[in-house]
């Protein structure tokens, strides 16, 4: 019972977000998150369950999404009878047509080989994507309407909150396949194959061709997201199929948590809010992104997930109440260091010499702010210093089961 | 037509030897360790940056040799206190690290210089052409450039194959756990190699600033390119590097300079298309056109073919 009581708390979740954030800008950034949520899924199908690191993920999203755009433009013109709530599907089957030519030379081997050929196709089709300007439009990109065509059940998707029930479907139903396809016999041959590809192919499975199916069923799902992504924003330009996309989709996946499947998807909401967010208050927010990524790869190799699924033998110990204290011990000064850090680097980077930092005013050319900041970083990163023997010390405690007494 | 061949001989040289200082830096850190660094080219980048500061209070020479220091003592940092510890969760990991790297130095370098590209120039006394040919001036600094490269590989050359250090690290990258019974701090040694390659890269972009511009997109031009060349000579040879960054840059530099394309192929065949074909884009092209698409044509062939790479023995 429990399977379904998640996956129908999910499709209730997703209905009712945008009673709770109505605004334009809510509704845009939840549409942002189904997007990616769809795309870095589609992602740690490759690295998360394939273990095959690919640098050029975003040619799917993207080359879906031109066709998508192309598909939006037939219908405007009325070369066809199609409807729009289908264009999503225009771009997956786009993408998986893609996924199939390239992966039919690229999946020999995983590793690095397989790395570098995803690098230089990314690098190859974003670059061809500025000189073939019939079908991506150049600098300016190809853009659409999705307003034409035969309309759903009288929405036309003229406004944000039809398009995003439309994503949201999408994105359920594609969550709920990708689920699905991990459970099937190819998908755990994947998990198999990424594990020791050896074996596999001694029992009698061609490596290269589970690793085949998973790259071409994660274009597919790439190229929906694009599909999703023409049908919100009606524009596509190189930018959607370039190394930066490819990047931010792996940020997604890794930051999320590549061990779970829900990994991606935590990545995706967390990294969408913390980009609209962020970039609303400072122009550094590519900055803190960038090490916060570096900080999470260090310190929290298995994501914000694996971080939470730490816990799971204290919760079933029972010990949940010894970790409270040390670690609000520790969070307390590690908030305070990091934000005085903050405060430092965005006083560095201020033209103006006084500007308001969380209520505070700071004086960028005078000593004192500076003074001020650096004795409180200094002071809260000795109590972080001080205050993790403890939290080591609970956390031992925390995940040994008691001797003794009565099991 | 003479006259082009040569100089675009001369300019595929200077880029090739460029783009082997990068790509040396960068098969002895792979041979090493087993990753590739992404942000190899970002640390050529520093080298730019910090030599540009620096040079603004010392001039040019001075600058030439503390910049790469600062870079290769950075690079050593990284890998003492950022790399190491990645490396327990696996190759991955550091792959992924690397990357994130290459995307923080970006925005660091934005963050402390500014979107601007920076008036970094070569010094006063090579600025002068060092000869004249059907008219047209080869200038000295890129002569200069062509010694740096060739120097750096004398010397890389020399101290691996015919100096103890150079037995030790070679012995360590195939046999690291024999060398280290031996007495020889391995994890030294290779925070030592990295921070020699980082500092390589940085001597890279200390000479490349002035003529290929100090912007903050610098890592990104040359950084996947860097990758290229040593997925092609093969992961960890050194001659690899260089025959394939002397390929590249040449391939680059006649690609630019030519002015065949398709419609010269299609009047050769016989061929014509209308000019409103669908397929125009592709009828139209020419060479100077895809030159920048190249070195990831070549890549793709080479590692469909043959993965290990020209003078490669492992595949990864």
Do not use: A, E, Q, S
């Given at each position: 019972m429990f399977k379904y009581a998640v996956w129908i708390i999910f499709a209730l979740v997703i209905l009712l977000l945008p009673q709770l954030f109505s605004s334009l800008l809510g509704v845009s950034i939840l549409n942002q998150m189904t997007i990616a949520i769809v795309f870095a899924l589609s992602y740690n199908m490759l690295l998360g369950q394939g273990g095959m690191l690919s640098f050029g993920h975003a040619v799917y999203f993207g080359l879906g999404g031109f066709m998508a755009v192309h598909g939006l433009l037939g219908i405007e013109e009325g070369a066809y009878y199609f409807s729009?709530?289908?264009i999503p599907l225009v771009g997956g089957l786009f993408g998986l047509l893609a996924a199939l030519f390239i992966g039919s030379f690229s999946t020999h081997k995983a590793g690095t080989v397989f790395a570098m050929i995803s690098l230089g196709v990314g690098e190859l089709v974003a670059a061809s994507s500025l000189i073939l300007v019939s079908f991506f439009g150049g600098e300016a990109g190809v853009s659409g309407d999705?307003?034409?065509?035969?309309t759903f059940f009288g929405y036309d998707f003229a406004q944000h909150l039809q398009v995003y029930y439309l994503a949201a479907a999408w994105m359920f139903v594609a969550t709920l396949a990708m689920y699905l396809f991990t459970q099937t016999p190819a998908g755990r041959m994947a998990n198999a194959v990424r594990d020791n590809p050896e074996r596999a192919e001694f029992i009698g499975y061609s490596a290269r061709r589970v690793r085949l199916i998973s790259f071409v069923m994660a274009g597919f799902f790439a190229g929906i997201a694009g599909g999703l992504f023409a049908v919100n924003y009606e524009i596509l330009t190189e930018q959607n199929l370039n190394a930066a996309t490819s990047g931010n989709v792996l940020l997604m996946a890794y930051i999320g948590g590549l061990g779970f499947f829900i990994g991606p998807i935590v990545g995706a909401v967390v990294l969408t809010l913390v980009n609209s967010v962020l970039s609303h208050y400072t122009d550094l927010w590519m900055l803190y992104l960038g090490i916060m990524f570096v900080l999470t790869v260090m310190f929290?190799?298995?994501?914000l997930t694996g971080f939470l699924m730490m816990h799971r033998t204290p919760w079933h110990l029972g010990k949940m109440h010894l970790l409270v204290k040390p670690y609000i011990l520790t969070a307390i000064p590690g908030a305070v260091f990091a934000l005085s850090l903050l405060a430092m680097v965005e006083m560095a980077h201020s033209f103006e010499a006084e500007f308001v930092f969380l209520g505070a005013t700071l004086n960028s050319e005078g000593a004192l702010s500076w003074g001020i900041l650096a004795a409180i970083a200094l002071l809260s990163y000795v109590a972080v210093r001080r205050s993790l023997p403890r939290l080591r010390e609970a956390w031992a405690q925390a995940n040994t089961i008691d001797t003794g007494g009565p099991s | 037509m003479f006259e082009v061949l040569i100089f675009a001989t001369l300019n595929g040289l200077v880029t090739g030897l460029l783009l082997f200082m990068l790509a040396s830096g960068l098969t002895l850190i792979f041979s090493m360790m087993g990753v590739l660094n992404f942000a190899h080219a970002s640390f050529y980048m520093l080298g730019a940056y910090f030599a540009y500061s620096i040079s603004l209070y010392t001039g040019f020479w001075p600058a030439l040799i503390l910049a790469p220091v600062l870079v290769g003592v950075l690079g050593a940092l990284i890998e003492r206190y950022g790399l190491r510890r990645v490396h327990k969760s696996g190759h991955v990991a550091e792959l992924v690290f690397t990357f994130g790297l290459a995307f923080l130095i970006e925005e660091a370098v934005q963050f402390f210089w500014g979107r601007a590209t920076k008036d970094y120039r070569s010094p006063d006394i090579l600025d002068f052409p060092l000869f004249t040919l059907f008219g047209q001036n080869f200038p000295a600094y890129k002569a200069f450039m062509i010694f740096i490269s060739i120097a750096i590989f004398v010397a890389l050359y020399y101290v691996l194959t015919r100096t103890r250090i150079g037995i030790i690290i070679q012995a360590a990258i195939t046999h690291p756990h024999t060398v280290g019974n031996l007495g020889h701090n391995v994890p030294m040694i290779f925070m030592a190699v990295f921070g020699v390659g980082t500092g390589l890269a940085g001597l890279a972009g200390v000479i490349a600033g002035p003529v290929l511009t100090t912007f903050p997109g610098m890592a990104v031009v040359l950084g996947s390119i860097v990758f290229v060349i040593v997925v092609i000579g093969g992961l960890g040879s050194l001659a690899g590097a260089l025959v394939a960054s002397l390929l590249i840059g040449l391939l680059q530099s006649y690609a630019i300079a030519s002015d065949v394309g398709m419609p010269d192929l299609l009047n050769w065949l016989g061929v014509s298309f209308e000019?409103?074909?669908?397929l125009n884009d592709i009828w139209s092209l020419t060479l100077p056109q895809i030159a920048p698409i190249l070195p990831y044509l070549l890549l793709i062939l080479v590692l469909i073919f043959r993965p290990s790479g020209l003078f490669g023995k492992r595949e990864s």
């Open positions: 729009v709530t289908l999705r307003t034409y065509g035969p929290l190799p298995n994501g | 000019r409103d074909h669908p």
